[in-house]
């Protein structure tokens, strides 16, 4: 038996969840790997995890500039700040300790380069793997004793590769998502399953924590000429779901207001357009189901890469200003050629089987374990 440790944290949704895909793919296909998924900040301190995970809640929220003013300061200084954010070596030596890793898997910059000072520090010989869950990566997530790199494509590897990261520590295998999103059910099989319309359908999410001017999007798609079905998740943000209920007893269109759920992949399915922040799980998500893009309100820093990303490679469209979503779309639903060509596009660059990947990865960098 081989112990992983999954390092993570709650600032943003995604690295949770694809710490969580890890685990369960392991506990379905690879019963060889023992693994545990711990949130870095969380342990280290519930204070400081509440703390860090609000800060950073507001600051995409209601001051993304200054987010992204942080980002770029943090990045051109080659990730210093960040990295000295976290100096609980005597925490960390206690969780390596008692969880005993073979390997350790980093899913969130915060622990990259503390992971790699306690291993050197008191004499450990875990392997440190980093699994970067953008299309982009921050000068925090790079560090040059990393055993392994694991991105998600190969425009990342070859950045390592001018960051002076050997090849051979880089694998272009992809962000891992859930299982269940490799299952692809065709749209009408998917809303009946969903009990909605079988109709154009367009999917509007703002992330984790409904972030976005969901409201001002949903009233310029009531104002489309198509009949559409407007289905939008707002995450766990109870204040701007109660606020999006309201505007379905007036609506023009078919409008169904969700906050969490745990059917994204089928709601995915039944979508033809997908409108949402380019979060990095998000966008990988959609390139599996072959979901075309439309990307709106990057904040900036990560998801701003992310974008830039996407739209170099032709698998999504960005929306400017929020009142014209209703023309784009319009646009797009009308011209069924470049739909097909996005969602070929998507194909051929999404990694459905990145979990998978992973643990091969893993089997290569602890086979004389």
């Known amino acids: 038996m081989k112990k992983i440790v999954i390092l993570s944290a709650s600032i943003g949704g ?7 895909a ?15 998924v711990i949130d870095v900040l969380e342990y280290i301190g519930p204070i400081l995890s509440k703390l860090a995970e609000k800060t950073y809640e507001i600051n995409v929220k209601n001051f993304p500039e200054f987010y992204g003013w942080q980002y770029d300061l943090n ?15 005597t925490k960390l ?30 004499g450990f010989d875990y392997k440190v ?24 494509s190969n425009f990342m590897k070859l950045k390592l590769m001018e960051d002076e990261i050997p090849e051979q520590r880089i694998r272009d295998t992809g962000i891992p998502t859930s299982h269940d999103l490799q299952v692809k059910l ?4 998917a809303r009946y399953m969903l009990d909605i319309k079988d109709k ?98 990057p904040i900036p820093g990560q ?18 200003q929020d009142e014209e979503l209703h023309i784009l779309i319009e646009d797009l639903i009308q011209d069924q050629v470049r739909l097909k060509h996005m969602r070929e596009l998507q194909a051929y660059y999404a990694k459905p089987d990145a979990a998978k990947d992973l643990f091969e990865v893993l089997d290569e960098l602890l086979q004389n374990i």
């Open 14 to 20: 995604g690295h949770n969840a694809t710490s969580n």
């Open 22 to 36: 890890i685990r369960k793919y392991a506990e379905e296909f690879r019963e060889e790997y023992e693994v545990s």
């Open 75 to 89: 990045n051109s200084t080659d990730g210093k700040i960040s990295r000295n954010m976290l100096p609980f070596h």
């Open 93 to 122: 030596k206690e969780l390596v300790m008692e969880e005993k890793p073979d390997v350790i898997l980093c899913v969130h910059p915060v622990s990259v380069t503390s992971i790699i000072r306690v291993r050197e520090k008191y």
């Open 129 to 152: 793997c980093v699994v970067v869950t953008d299309y982009d990566y921050h000068a925090s997530w790079i560090h040059q004793d990393v055993d392994m790199f694991i991105v998600s």
């Open 186 to 189: 065709d749209k009408y099989k």
């Open 200 to 297: 154009k359908t367009i999917l509007v999410m703002g992330g984790s924590f409904g972030a976005g001017n969901l409201t001002k999007l949903v009233h310029s798609l009531m104002k489309s000429k198509l009949e559409l079905q407007i289905i939008v998740i707002a995450g766990s943000n109870r204040k701007l779901k109660k606020e999006l209920d309201k505007l379905v007893e007036e609506a023009c269109q078919d409008l169904m207001i969700l906050g969490y759920t745990d059917k994204i992949s089928l709601y995915m399915d039944a979508a033809d357009i997908l409108v949402t922040k380019p979060g990095g799980l998000t966008v990988t998500e959609a390139l599996i189901k072959n979901l075309p893009l439309v990307i709106t309100r």
């Open 303 to 320: 998801e701003e890469e992310n974008a830039t990303y996407l739209l170099n490679h032709g698998i999504g469209v960005r929306l400017d």
